[in-house]
């Protein structure tokens, strides 16, 4: 008789909450993620906001009064940072995760993308158009 063979597969272990450490793009992906944190945050800044618009001019106000201060200006910068890294990422990962086939090709990364920076541009610029900006 030969050995019998161990039911039990290998499995490797993955360290819980430091795997993302072991290559760059891990940690990209990772850094990405975490952007929803801070974008969760100012949504739900905005709804607040949106309750003291609702409550009154007084209410609004004092809101607007507690967005002026340091910690407040800090957020709201890094928030925009963040956000803008998100989406550059998430952008040019796009044509990996939504590729477009014409016939027998596809359409080059490029095109994907740029298409999404173009829409990028042109809903902010429609944006700052409204906010009268421009």
Do not use: D
Not at 31 to 45: D, K, P, S
Not at 73 to 102: D, E, G, M, R, S
């Amino acid at each position: 008789m030969g050995e019998e063979m161990s039911r039990k597969p290998y499995v490797r272990e993955v360290p819980k909450h430091t795997w993302f450490f072991r290559h760059p793009r891990y940690m990209r992906y990772m850094a990405r993620e975490i952007t929803c944190i801070f974008i969760g945050a100012y949504t739900l800044l905005l709804v607040k906001g949106l309750g003291a618009l609702a409550a009154g001019q007084a209410a609004y106000e004092s809101f607007l009064q507690g967005l002026q201060g340091t910690g407040s200006v800090a957020f709201h910068v890094a928030t925009l940072v963040l956000a803008i890294y998100h989406t550059v990422t998430w952008f040019n990962v796009t044509p990996k995760a939504l590729p477009v086939q014409i016939g027998e090709e596809f359409v080059p990364n490029g095109v994907i993308a740029g298409a999404h920076y173009a829409g990028w541009a042109v809903i902010s610029a429609a944006v700052l158009l409204a906010a009268g900006v421009f």
